[in-house]
């Protein structure tokens, strides 16, 4: 298994559209948990922790399952700016925050 | 307040020869991680530094790659004998803290090209 996985996608939404992703880790002793943005292969940036309550940062909520071992990303009301890859990190046996592949969303109008 | 430092943009290197990779962290970083992304791929780590400090090189091959993070001066990936396999983006990135309690800030990385 690997240590990060995510679907690639791409998921393909209209405008004001709801769409989520989920990413999967494999240590369960894992304690810190991102989701980070992309923009066509620039410097990734980023989007939000993940707590182990929840959290929302306007349209955006983050989720953690640490019994099943996964993060979620919700993106509500979609914009075209939304248009990204987004990243799930996760740290991994050490101190190595280790990235997934990636999830590519597009948004149109 | 000046971002993530990278040069060069764009480095171009003959098998054989060696790459030099600079990174200068945010001013009062002093967490410095290395990754590579080759094309089509995720961000792989390489390494994670702390001043004049090795913290985390699990991601580094075992030969040609070594990095550094002086106590003066940014941090420098160096390849050593680069192969058409080294071509991919090497980005760097800052943080205040231990990037588990501390955002990455990246910087625009270095697409390093190997003829």
């Known amino acids: 298994r690997k240590e990060v996985e995510q679907d690639p996608g791409p998921f393909n939404v209209p405008e004001g559209a709801t769409v989520a992703f989920n990413c999967t880790y494999s240590?369960?002793?894992?304690?810190?948990f991102f989701w980070y943005r992309q923009d066509c292969r620039k410097e990734p940036k980023l989007l939000m922790s993940?707590?182990?309550s929840g959290n929302e940062d306007g349209r955006f909520t983050a989720q953690l399952n640490r019994a099943s071992q996964y993060i979620s990303l919700l993106i509500r009301d979609s914009k075209l700016s939304d248009s990204a890859t987004y990243l799930c990190?996760?740290?991994?046996?050490?101190?190595?925050?280790?990235f997934g592949k990636g999830t590519t969303l597009s948004v149109s109008s | 307040n000046a971002g993530v430092m990278q040069n060069p943009r764009h480095l171009v290197r003959r098998r054989g020869q060696e790459a030099r990779l600079r990174c200068s962290p945010m001013?009062?970083?002093?967490?410095v991680y290395w990754y590579r992304q080759l094309p089509e791929e995720g961000l792989k780590f390489m390494v994670y530094?702390?001043?004049?400090?090795?913290?985390?090189e699990s991601g580094m091959p075992k030969e040609r790659f070594s990095a550094e993070f002086p106590k003066e001066g940014p941090s420098i990936l160096r390849i050593q004998q680069v192969v058409r396999g080294d071509s991919a983006a090497y980005f760097c990135?800052?943080?205040?803290?231990?990037?588990?309690?501390?955002?990455?800030?990246f910087g625009n990385g270095t697409r390093l090209t190997v003829t």
């Open positions: 240590n369960s002793a894992s304690q810190s």
């Open positions: 990190v996760v740290n991994g046996a050490g101190t190595a925050l280790i």
């Open positions: 993940v707590y182990s």
């Open positions: 001013k009062g970083h002093s967490h």
């Open positions: 990135a800052s943080s205040l803290q231990d990037g588990r309690n501390s955002p990455l800030h």
């Open positions: 530094l702390q001043k004049e400090n090795i913290i985390d």
